[in-house]
């Protein structure tokens, strides 16, 4: 595993417009970053990375029959009790997932380590499978790259084939999809996704989530007054159990993507349920509940995260007694109420002066592409650089 520095295409912000990539740059910050690319061997790919995900896929959904069954654990998990039958039911009818993003450290020496399942609401996919992909063909006809070079990438393969079979399960239904108002990046990501079902053949609609009403019918409604009968959300179950109509979730015939057992997973309480399911299992971190922490080795290093913390916010590294140190390295956010969760802290590879987080895609039960941010911070967070790869 290797970082590269390499010549931007000279037309890339260009081709970015064309191509509808409207957030490469946010903020008067660089988000897309090809200064420089990761190069990876098929063996690094297929063992440390490809692998290990599709294992660990199964494992956490082992998980989520075991949380699912015990009132305690989804008490743990943070999940108010009037959702667990909502929740329940979806497992139980084994509602469909369409996509999933496991999150590792990794060298490419050493085992990949698992830090985190983002399963709800998962976001870089059109830099993935998409734009990650032109970026590699562009890079071969210009013979920056070998005529061989290739990337671990059938993400939009994979997706298009997935709302094949989901439009299968869910007949002359309109699929609707939604995001919140004033997120370029997820408004994009949303986008890309819709595409990707219209190729499959599925009729969809967009609608922004603070557009979506109620009929006298407690039934979920778009801007044109049409009811929802299937929807795409890249909005997170913890927000949706908490907002003003959460109460009425589960009382529409609505399928949802991703379903309700998502949010188990997605949840950082997972780690913890992973290591005791699992214990010393190479590619898990030791990870503890909140009320476990006499559990942790002396001298263990631990980073301190919130159990529905996302884009690496309000993590803090801690002793092995939950004491914070090395402030300078703790990330700010919104989270933390909800309470927290313990796990071994293990840095991320560096390359240069960059910090290095691997994604590794799953598209339903197969492991399907991979994606790269790096930040000179030891926290991934919303602003960290995607830099493209290449197996060669």
Not at 252 to 268: D, F, Y
Request: proline share 5%.
């Amino acid at each position: 595993m290797l970082r590269i520095e390499c010549a931007e295409r000279k037309n890339w912000e260009a081709m970015a417009k064309e191509f509808g990539f409207k957030f490469h740059t946010m903020y008067g910050e660089r988000y897309w970053d090809e200064s420089a690319y990761y190069q990876f061997t098929l063996k690094q790919v297929e063992q440390g990375i490809e692998t290990p995900t599709e294992d660990i896929h199964q494992m956490c959904l082992r998980a989520v029959d075991v949380v699912l069954a015990s009132d305690e654990l989804l008490t743990k998990f943070a999940i108010p009790s009037q959702h667990w039958p909502f929740i329940r039911n979806s497992w139980k009818n084994g509602d469909p997932s369409l996509y999933s993003r496991l999150d590792f450290a990794y060298d490419g020496k050493g085992i990949a380590k698992l830090y985190e399942n983002n399963a709800d609401t998962p976001t870089s996919i059109y830099e993935t499978g998409f734009w990650q992909w032109v970026w590699l063909e562009n890079k071969v006809d210009d013979k920056t790259l070998p005529r061989h070079a290739d990337q671990f990438n059938s993400v939009q393969e994979k997706l298009v084939n997935r709302f094949k079979e989901l439009s299968i399960l869910n007949p002359d239904r309109i699929l609707h999809f939604a995001c919140c108002k004033d997120t370029e990046e997820d408004r994009g990501t949303v986008q890309y996704l819709e595409d990707c079902a219209i190729a499959a053949g599925i009729e969809t609609k967009f609608v922004y989530i603070e557009d979506i009403g109620i009929s006298i019918e407690d039934e979920f409604t778009d801007i044109d007054n049409q009811v929802i009968t299937w929807m795409f959300k890249l909005y997170p179950w913890e927000f949706m159990f908490e907002d003003e109509f959460g109460s009425l979730l589960g009382k529409q015939n609505i399928r949802w993507v991703e379903p309700p057992w998502k949010t188990i997973l997605s949840n950082k309480a997972l780690m913890p349920m992973l290591w005791k399911l699992f214990p010393n299992h190479p590619n898990l971190l030791p990870a503890f509940f909140e009320d476990e922490l006499e559990n942790v080795p002396e001298g263990m290093q631990l980073v301190k995260k919130p159990i529905f913390s996302r884009e690496g916010a309000n993590i803090t590294f801690t002793d092995s007694n939950g004491k914070p140190i090395e402030a300078s390295l703790d990330s700010d956010g919104p989270y933390g109420n909800e309470g927290f969760i313990y796990q071994q802290r293990f840095d991320l590879p560096k390359f240069e002066e960059n910090y290095t987080l691997i994604g590794s895609w799953l598209i339903d039960d197969q492991a399907a592409g991979m994606s790269i941010r790096e930040d000179s911070h030891l926290v991934t967070q919303d602003m960290s650089r995607y830099l493209p790869h290449a197996i060669c």
